[in-house]
């Protein structure tokens, strides 16, 4: 006898000190690095990578210059820290030289790295010059054109371009300093003799050394010949005006004394008819021309005179036309469509500018007659075309006006009314909160009145939801596998169908994660083949006490609820402290402000202290539809933790093999995007989709 009790004290102490090696949250597995990625430069490095662990960590990266890091340097974030994607660029490294880095991540538990892996950074080069074309080539002078298309890894200090009457001139010969850093450049060559052969190479240089782009040679003018003029392109038309323009390139044997362009509504215009002139000498000019028509086509030239020349000489014709006169843009309103109790959507086609750019388009609504832009309004964009837009915050069975409207700068043009009603509000079933939300761009839900309860106290064990929002049952003996204890903690899938899983059962409390495979699968979600693993599945007692009426939101849907969904005023979420119980609040899609004003909306990282509600007044925010989800704590194998101060809320999409998607959230934190291990006990939250 005292040998079996001997055994069984061993076997007791022997379970009591396993728990105790577990993570309180997460497993006691080793973090794994995945995902590294290094983007190298010559004097510095950039590294990204991924760890994969469920629980908080930490992670840097370690660099040195031999394998056993005898003279390593950590980079990055030396705390733990919610996170699992990390980038860290360390600079000041010495190009052309080999290093050798690994990844350090710890937990609670101990430290890991990883092997070391090697990398050489870029040395740097000579830059990198092209030699391109020259222009304007007169009796003294010429436009030099290069570009730096790399830099080498190092800053280039100085530019130009050096030229000789000898070939492969260098900087040795005459220089014309063009700037610094990279791109295309450009210089003008000046106090050349004419009739003349001159060899021109670009250069650039960094702290490696100067390098030469390739030889381009050129003769200038022979003294003696007439001025050469190029007509610019029209630019800045208006109805009325617009700006031409042109270049002399030559100058000629004199000096230009003259120049500027002429136009007329027929072709070859002359400075007898419409002129403007734009000082003397070579080079570019604009010229404004100013009393045209609207909507008229005008011919082009630019002229230039020489001294002693009565006559100019002129360059080729361009030609424009001016824009019409402005007025209101041309809108048309199109039909209302996606009618709901308290959205729809309405939208417009902006078929004329009027001449104009149209700066905004949208629609506005009334219940009244002619809506204007000082009524409810949606903008969306500017310009012409087709466009929709989402009206919110409407009134169930309610007739609504609509006109689509554009302005451009000479005023606000309307479309024609169009109207709708919105659809009569649906009465909130037996044991939903009266309010909407949506999960998706199309799908919108109630949710439960409160967190799922499975009563196995009962003399025949049921379902049902908390009779509060508020309430949850915490550590009432629920860390047992006790079939008669009342449960709210349950492992994922524990619907008490036996779906095919090994544990179904709402008692289960096995910390093997393959036991709680939906249907007997690792990549099923509750929701597939007949949805009996989906806890929604069974009849809740206040409920409706019907199958099959009830479900979990899945990942993707928490995610809307919580991240994307609009509502008039912009409110999704909200930490609290709703009858001194911590918790997240979720605002109904037709929430307005002005129904009770809550601070630190929207924020992942605020504490529940933003928001203190007593049960009195979260009576009004309830009748609005507001939903709390209490911070209930978790179960982890038989041990219940964290009740008060976290929230963990099952979703119905598997994870990675081992666990399945939730949300949770403590005092200072939120996520929508992370998994727990399968057996772990969490709160659920039923939804009932609005048909």
Same mark, same amino acid.
């Given at each position: ?5 001997? =055994? ?7 379970? =009591? ?551 008039? @005023? ?74 008060? @101060? ?18 949770? =959230? ?26």
């Amino acid at each position: 006898m005292m040998r079996k009790l001997l =055994f069984l004290f061993i076997l007791i102490l022997g379970c =009591f000190l396993a728990s105790c090696h577990k993570d309180s949250n997460f497993e006691g597995r080793e973090p794994s690095v995945l995902n590294d990625t290094v983007e190298v430069y010559a004097e510095r490095a950039v590294f990204r990578w991924e760890v994969d662990y469920p629980g908080k960590i930490g992670s840097v990266v370690e660099l040195g210059t031999d394998k056993e890091f005898s003279d390593g340097v950590r980079y990055g974030e030396e705390q733990v820290i919610d996170k699992k994607q990390f980038e860290v660029e360390v600079d000041s490294l010495a190009d052309g030289k080999g290093y050798y880095y690994r990844y350090v991540v710890w937990n609670r538990f101990d430290t890991y790295k990883t092997e070391a892996k090697r990398f050489t950074t870029t040395a740097l080069l000579v830059p990198t010059v092209e030699t391109d074309s020259i222009t304007e080539v007169s009796y003294t002078s010429a436009i030099c054109h290069g570009e730096v298309t790399a830099d080498g890894g190092a800053e280039v200090t100085s530019r130009g371009f050096c030229y000789a009457l000898h070939e492969n001139p260098t900087m040795a010969d005459s220089v014309l300093l063009c700037g610094e850093g990279m791109g295309a450049f450009e210089g003008t060559l000046t106090g050349l003799a004419d009739d003349t052969r001159y060899y021109v190479k670009a250069f650039a240089t960094n702290r490696v050394g100067t390098v030469y782009g390739s030889q381009k040679t050129f003769i200038t003018l022979l003294t003696g010949s007439l001025p050469e003029v190029t007509t610019l392109e029209v630019t800045d038309i208006t109805q009325t005006t617009a700006t031409g323009g042109g270049n002399v390139t030559s100058s000629g044997n004199a000096d230009v004394t003259e120049r500027g362009i002429c136009w007329s509504t027929s072709h070859n215009p002359t400075t007898s008819g419409n002129h403007a002139s734009s000082g003397t000498g070579t080079g570019s000019f604009t010229v404004n021309m100013t009393g045209l028509t609207a909507g008229t086509t005008y011919y082009v030239r630019a002229y230039a005179k020489a001294k002693n020349s009565s006559d100019p000489v002129y360059g080729s014709e361009e030609s424009f036309t001016t824009l019409q006169n402005e007025i209101v843009p041309t809108v048309i309103t199109t039909e209302i469509t996606n009618i709901t109790q308290t959205t729809a959507t309405g939208g417009g086609n902006v078929t004329s500018s009027g001449n104009t750019e149209v700066t905004e388009r949208g629609i506005c609504w009334s219940t009244s007659h002619n809506p204007t832009t000082s009524s409810s309004l949606a903008s969306s964009g500017t310009g012409t075309g087709s466009y929709t837009v989402n009206m919110i915050g409407l009134t169930a069975n309610t007739t609504y006006y609509v006109r689509a409207y554009a302005k451009n700068s000479v005023g606000t043009a309307y479309g024609s009314e169009v109207s709708f009603t919105t659809l009569t509000a649906p009465t909130a079933p037996t044991g939903a909160i009266d309010g909407l939300f949506s999960v998706s761009a199309t799908q919108q839900v109630y949710f439960s009145q409160g967190n799922l309860q499975y009563i196995g106290s009962a003399s025949t064990p049921y379902w049902k939801f908390a009779d509060h929002q508020w309430n949850y049952l915490g550590d009432n003996g629920q860390g047992s596998s006790n079939q008669n204890v009342d449960r709210d903690l349950f492992g994922w899938g524990t619907s008490g169908y036996n779906h095919g899983a090994v544990c179904y059962q709402p008692w289960s409390t096995s910390q093997t994660n393959s036991d709680y495979y939906a249907y007997g699968q690792s990549t099923n979600n509750l929701y597939v083949q007949t949805g009996q693993a989906d806890w929604g599945y069974n009849a809740i007692s206040n409920g409706g006490n019907t199958t099959h009426t009830w479900r979990t939101l899945t990942y993707g849907e928490w995610g809307y609820v919580f991240n994307t969904r609009n509502t008039p @005023s912009g409110i999704r979420y909200a930490k609290a402290k709703v009858n001194n119980v911590n918790g997240v609040i979720l605002l109904p899609d037709d929430w307005q402000s002005s129904y009770y004003s809550l601070s630190s909306t929207n924020s992942p990282g605020a504490s529940y202290s933003s928001n203190n509600i007593p049960a009195t007044q979260w009576a009004t925010l309830e009748q609005h539809g507001a939903v709390f989800l209490p911070a209930a704590g978790g179960r982890y194998g038989t041990s219940v933790s964290y009740v008060g @101060s976290s929230g963990y809320y099952w979703s119905a999409s598997c994870g990675y093999s081992y666990s399945a998607w939730l949300v949770d =959230f403590d005092s200072s934190g939120l996520g929508t995007g992370n998994s727990s291990s399968r057996g772990y006990g969490r709160s659920v939250r039923l939804v009932l989709s609005l048909q």
